[in-house]
């Protein structure tokens, strides 16, 4: 079993919408959970991280940690077509960093 | 301030040749990663150091990759000899303090093994 997993997707929205997206992980003792968002031929950039003590919300976006289901879910709202691009779950779990293969995001103007 | 940077940005080079890949980390970061990713796998990390020292390389598919951080400013990753099979970009990422820190990533360089 995979550490981290996530619907490869696509996943298409349209344009002011919420974006749900999620990842599961297979370690409890996970404690940082990451989301990156990766543009065609780029480098994955940091969208937001959480520890394992709560949920956050930073402007559009918000990660929710549900630990007794062990997933960890990013929101999006008010979907903008420059939030199309693929989104990599990474969680830490006191040993390794491990990454999801990412959930492709398409925005619908 | 200055991001992580690694070159080259691109690279091309024949099966059996010699791959070096660099990275300089930001500054005051004392962890550094280095990834492949590739389509079918994803983003794999390969090895990471704290305060210049490799702490885990179990993600190193085979002797054929290395990986050095002679100074807190520097590393290599070198792939001898290089087979078609490397070919994906390799990214760097550095964080500060723990492992658990968000990481910073560079450009990534492509790498075709032709």
């Known amino acids: 079993q995979k550490e981290v997993e996530q619907n490869s997707g696509p996943l298409s929205v349209p344009e002011g919408a919420i974006a749900s997206l999620n990842c599961t992980y297979s370690d409890r003792g996970s404690q940082s959970f990451f989301w990156y968002r990766q543009y065609s031929g780029k480098s994955p950039e940091l969208i937001m991280f959480i520890y394992s003590n709560g949920d956050k919300e930073d402007g559009r976006f918000t990660a929710q940690l549900n630990k007794a289901s062990q997933y960890v879910s990013l929101l999006i709202r008010d979907s903008q077509p420059s939030d199309s691009a693929t989104y990599l779950c990474a969680v830490e779990d006191g040993n390794q960093f491990y990454f999801g293969t990412g959930t492709s995001l398409t925005v619908i103007p | 301030d200055a991001g992580v940077i690694q070159s080259p940005r691109h690279e091309v080079t024949e099966m059996g040749q010699e791959v070096t890949l660099r990275c300089k980390p930001i500054s005051g970061h004392d962890y550094l990663f280095w990834y492949r990713q590739t389509m079918m796998r994803g983003l794999e990390l390969l090895i990471y150091?704290?305060?210049?020292?490799?702490?885990?390389d179990s993600g190193m598919p085979e002797d054929r990759f290395s990986a050095k951080m002679p100074n807190a400013s520097f590393s290599t990753l070198k792939i001898q000899p290089s087979e078609p099979r490397d070919s994906a970009v390799y990214f760097c990422a550095s964080s500060f303090g723990s492992r658990n820190q968000p990481q910073h990533f560079g450009d990534g360089t492509r790498l075709s093994i032709l």
């Open positions: 150091f704290n305060n210049n020292v490799p702490i885990d």
